[in-house]
């Protein structure tokens, strides 16, 4: 599948990218990870820094060219389904329960971020969740009080105290702090160059052809060599839909933009993360070096579409959106791409054992929070494989 189609913005960040080699004749480990975007660069990491098991990682591309490169880097521990709608929905223990965990893999992220060897471009930022409309401020009201009572980090704001940071005027809003922006791309490069120094085998343009269960764990076959593994994770995002239909996922596809470089933000409020209650909703953030990325229109395809007009008119009325809400910035379109992205049935990741192939994982984080899903999925699965338990797996079963 073609994951995203357009002109990309990371990768222009960031060119000082390690060149793995392809994999070449026969060799063993412990635990091989396919896959080099988020959630396996984050599994290499956490793997090659909290335990001693021998690691490899093969990617059919060059590692961080999937949907790393189109990822907007917007974390947040809020998701896209509220709270209180996950209460309802899942009960008040498990919703609470699900909500930490994201919370604490925000914080997890951080911490990673401060100890790379590099600067990824982390920045920690408060989020301004506005009402698109007035008949959305109850459910907004009915989120704060979700949040306040489970001790969540957020504040509510009427429209006078968002008109009164902002050009815009909005009926109500949420802020919640926690939250960070990054550059997605140059975290996954660093994170995999850093794995690699303490010792993960990382192999690029290496496909996964053939997979077989043996006694001891599996064989893997790639086109010019085999791997022997003990553990395998899948950490393939939405590159595999025959997958991602088999788990009760759907695959749809979302525009983004990004403008020039701007001489001032300073109408930006702090620079806040912005979204909206509207689904589809309209999300914006700003960049390091002073642009606006800004993304939204979400289809029910899958496969990012082959016309770059298609493509630019999408990011022109992205980018009409971004002036109607601060139309004294007067932006210009920079780069406009779209690209795959799933959800699952419910909302959670997939993360976990397969029920009838043992040492068979899978770290998938469909959804708005990807990255903080994949987060949470490497520290499962790490504790997975060498405690054999952890107490959040049962939320997040691929067999649910």
Known sequence: MKLHNGQLYWPETYTNITQYPELEGNISCDVLIVGGGMAGALCAHVLSKETDLDVVLMDRRHPGSGSTSANTGLLQFSSDKMLHELIEEKGTQDAVYFYQLCQQAMKDLSKIASGLSEDAEFRPKESLYYASSSGDVPKLVREYDALKKHDFPVEFLQASDISSRFPFSKPAALVTSGDADVNPYKFVQILLK????????????????????????????????TIEARYIIFATGYENDFLAHQLGADLNRSYAMVTEPLPSLKT???????????????????????????????EDKAEAPLNEGIIEERGERILHKIKEHFPELSPKLSHAWCATFGESHDGFPYIGEHPNRLGEYYCLGFGGNGTVYSMLGATIIKDLITKDFHPAARLFSIAR
Request: positive net charge.
């Open 194 to 225: 850093d794995a690699a120094s303490a010792g993960v085998r990382i192999y690029a343009h290496t496909p996964l052809i053939h997979k077989t269960k043996t006694v001891h764990g599996f064989t893997c076959e790639s086109e010019k060599g």
């Open 268 to 298: 930006w409020y702090k620079e806040w993360m912005i979204w909206e209650t509207r689904r589809p909703y309209l999300y914006m953030r700003t960049t390091k070096d002073g642009r606006i990325m800004a993304g939204g229109l979400d």
